[in-house]
Nanobody, 130 residues
Framework: QVQLQESGGGSVQSGGSLRLSCATS????????MGWFRQAPGKEREGVAA???????AYADSMKDRGTISQDNPKNTLYLQMNSLKPEDTAMYYC????????????????????????WGQGTQVTVSS
């Protein structure tokens, strides 16, 4: 059974926008910090954005002025709105639920090779063409 279900990826031109969604159960949604990381072929994993139980948010420098992480509580859904997309944003994007003390901690941990989330989604592909 898929615990985190991502959607919203696709192919866009440079400068375009996408909104990724991650639907999950109420138990997971309420129990963990949540966030997004991305993985592109030949590149290191990068934490993109995270949100914690206090609704504090953290972003990678590469996404700070272009992305917004948000939650829809009644729907138990996490979102990542990405604007002004660039070809270097091309990657598989994964939603994760992970224990954390802060969004900043979660974001930093996502990039670590040893990172193991409580729950992972299957990923959604984002492709940005120039």
């Amino acid at each position: 059974q898929v615990q985190l279900q991502e959607s919203g990826g696709g192919s866009v031109q440079s400068g375009g926008s996408l909104r990724l969604s991650c639907a999950t159960s109420a138990d997971i949604y309420r129990s963990y910090c949540m966030g997004w990381f991305r993985q592109a072929p030949g590149k290191e994993r990068e934490g993109v954005a995270a949100i914690d139980h206090m609704r504090s948010k953290a972003y990678a420098d590469s996404m700070k002025d272009r992305g917004t992480i948000s939650q829809d509580n009644p729907k138990n859904t996490l979102y990542l709105q990405m604007n002004s997309l660039k070809p270097e944003d091309t990657a598989m994007y994964y939603c994760v639920a992970t224990p954390c003390m802060s969004a900043r901690q979660a974001l930093g941990e996502m990039a670590a090779p040893s990172f193991t989330a409580a729950y992972w989604g299957q990923g959604t592909q984002v492709t940005v063409s120039s």
